[in-house]
Each structure stands twice: as C-alpha cells, then as structure tokens.
C-alpha cells in the first residue's frame, strides 16, 4: 500500500497555520521576557535576600520543577476558577510558561550568581558602589554570560513545550494543525508540516539567541 503525499490539500487553511504560528511566536518572545525576569529575580533573593525568602523561592522552584508542565497548565486554566480566578486560554498560556520557565531559569542564573568571584564582588563593594551596582553591574553581568549558553536552550526547550497549550485551546501551531486535521483528514502531511515548522523555529531561536550573545558580550 502506497500513501500519496498531497500538501495542496493543507493550502485553503494556510491562514490559520500561519496564525498559529504567529502566536507560537509571540508566546514564546512574551514568556521569554517575563520568565528571565522572574528567574533573575527569584535567584537574586535566594542568593542574596532574607532567609524567608529564599524559602519561598526554594518551594517555588521545586514545586514547578518536579511537576508536569501539562499539569501546572490544567490547574492555572481549569482549577484556578474554582477559587474565583478566570483566565482566558492566552492569559493562562502566557502564564502558565512564564511560570515555567522561571521556576529553570532562578537555578541556572543561580548558578551563575555562585559562580562569579567573590574578590570582584569585594573589588565593587572597595569602590563605594551599593548593593544595587554590585549586583547589576558586577554580579549578573558575569552571571548571565557564564548562564547563557544553558538559559538559551531552555528558553528553546519552553518554546517546544508550548504545544501543550493546545490542550487548553490556545490558538497556537499545534491547535492549528489540530484544527486543520479534523477538517481534511490530511493527518501525515499537517503534522509533518507542523514538526519541521517546530524544528525551523527551534534552529531559527538558536541562531538568534546565538548572535544575540555576541552582541552583548562582545565587549565585556
């Protein structure tokens, strides 16, 4: 039996992969953002705060890191509302991410922080500067640069987790070609065309995130 490849079939939902594709995208930028500030927030007072809040930084991390992504998704999307918080499938999706990815990314920029000499520290405090200085201008400086590489491939390994969000109904690639699925029965050609989708967007990322170092980096 010989299956007949017929992608002219998927050309009247062109739109609607697209803009799939589009939020995948704009998904992954906005958590990106968000998610790093978490995480260089989260790991600056786990390192660096009072003890209770490096407590409740500890239980956050740990919490997220141990559980199914697809999990904290249902329980942001279905079971926040049982306690009177609705969120629409973008709203919970953005979050949902942003919580992901800064529960990995506090440890990596962590990581980071231990790494950084305690004589540049001394070296900063020697010069007058404040707690502030030392830590922007010193401290997650180095950090971020020693962290990138392993940050940049998580960010790529969020991206790629994005698909579940489909499970909630957020428009993204996989609701796309799920949608397109159920309307042509073209399963092979639109999941194909979905995964080499993902894997263009994975080498595209990394090749931005790549150039994006070199560009902050270069002079330090």
């Known amino acids: 039996m010989t299956y007949k490849l017929q992608f002219a079939e998927l050309l009247p939902y062109w739109d609607v992969l697209l803009q799939g594709l589009i939020f995948t995208i704009i998904l992954t930028l906005v958590s990106t953002a968000a998610g790093i500030a978490v995480g260089t927030a989260g ?47 973008t709203t919970a999706a953005f979050l949902a991410m942003t919580i992901n990815l800064g529960a990995y ?27 502030w200085e030392v830590l922007r201008h010193i401290i997650l400086n180095q950090a971020f640069r020693k962290i990138y590489p392993a940050l940049s491939s998580q960010i790529i390994i969020v991206m790629l987790g994005s698909a579940v969000v489909s499970q909630i109904s957020a428009q993204d690639l996989t609701y796309a070609a799920n949608f397109v699925a159920s309307r042509n029965f073209r399963n092979f050609e639109v999941y194909l065309l979905a995964a080499l989708a993902y894997l263009l967007l994975a080498m595209l990322t990394r090749s931005l995130l790549r150039g994006l170092g070199r560009v902050i980096f270069k002079a330090k």
């Open 105 to 131: 990314s506090t440890e990596i920029i962590r990581a980071g922080i231990q790494a950084v000499p305690k004589g540049h520290v001394d070296a900063g405090v020697s010069l007058a500067m404040t707690k």
């Open 43 to 89: 790991a600056s007072l786990r390192t660096f705060g009072p003890k209770w809040a490096g407590a409740i930084v500890t239980t956050y991390v740990e919490l997220i890191r141990n559980t199914p992504f697809i999990v904290q998704l249902f329980f942001i999307f279905f079971g926040l509302p049982a306690a009177g918080v609705m969120l629409s499938e």
